[in-house]
């Protein structure tokens, strides 16, 4: 089954500066890589996915870069702000909707103001 | 408001007790999802339906069951409960089947194990 990996798990940064979090999966097979963003006591709440027909996606200060080669991908906040504090998961998901969706362990990153 | 509803959102039991968790997809959605969350850690997968069949299983145990209903909603049932059973629950509900979509959670279901 798929296996996917992420890090850093803990990630501290300075308000204005740049977060990247990045993970890796098993399945060659997997083509859909969500993130999620859960905030303390709450539920996960997407925040960019990408498929494996688009190497980078961007969202205005959230980026996702993907190497299907290297079975890499990873997610960029820039201008980080207080607000963006929050535990971020990665996931993979192959054959459309038949299948589970994996997610990494998740990091938790703390912007500090 | 993400359109999952899950219920009860806590619930608190002693060991060897029952329970079942209820989840309510969005309207329209197909498959749903159970996930476990133990304090501090990841999205544990623990089985998923579409259209009322289960189509993947994670390493759920097997004291825990579940089903989807002609109606879409699911049930999570924990039987035989034990401290490490303690935990908040998510149901996420997506369209499924080739579209797959995105995964909606629902606020969760917080079980506390005495």
């Known amino acids: 089954g798929e296996n996917v990996e992420q890090h850093p798990s803990t990630l501290s940064v300075q308000e204005g500066d740049s977060a990247v979090i990045k993970c890796t999966y098993s399945?060659?097979?997997?083509?859909?890589f969500p993130w999620y963003k859960q905030e303390l006591g709450k539920r996960p709440q997407l925040i960019i996915d990408?498929?494996?027909?688009?190497g980078e996606k961007k969202d205005q200060r959230i980026a996702v870069t993907l190497n299907k080669t290297a079975k890499h991908f990873s997610l960029h906040i820039t201008e980080t702000q207080p607000e963006d504090s929050a535990v971020y998961f990665c996931?993979?998901?192959?054959?459309?909707?038949?299948?589970?969706?994996?997610f990494g362990i998740g990091t938790k990153l703390q912007v500090i103001p | 408001d993400s359109g999952v509803t899950q219920t009860p959102k806590h619930l608190i039991t002693a060991t060897g007790q029952r329970v079942t968790l209820r989840c309510s997809p969005r309207?329209?959605?197909?498959?749903v999802y159970w996930y476990q969350q133990s304090l501090d850690q990841g999205l544990q997968f623990l089985i998923q339906?579409?259209?009322?069949?289960?189509?993947a299983k994670g390493n759920i145990l097997e004291r825990f069951s579940a089903q989807q209903f002609p109606d879409l909603h699911s049930e999570l049932n924990l039987s035989s409960l034990e401290l490490g059973d303690s935990a908040l629950y998510f149901c996420?509900?997506?369209?499924?089947?080739?579209?797959?979509?995105?995964?909606?959670f629902g606020e969760g279901s917080r079980l506390t194990v005495l």
């Open positions: 996420a509900s997506s369209v499924g089947g080739p579209v797959g979509g995105e995964l909606f």
């Open positions: 309207s329209g959605d197909l498959s």
């Open positions: 996931a993979a998901r192959a054959n459309g909707g038949y299948q589970k969706v994996t």
């Open positions: 990408i498929r494996s027909n688009v």
């Open positions: 399945d060659s097979a997997s083509n859909y």
């Open positions: 339906y579409y259209n009322g069949e289960e189509r």
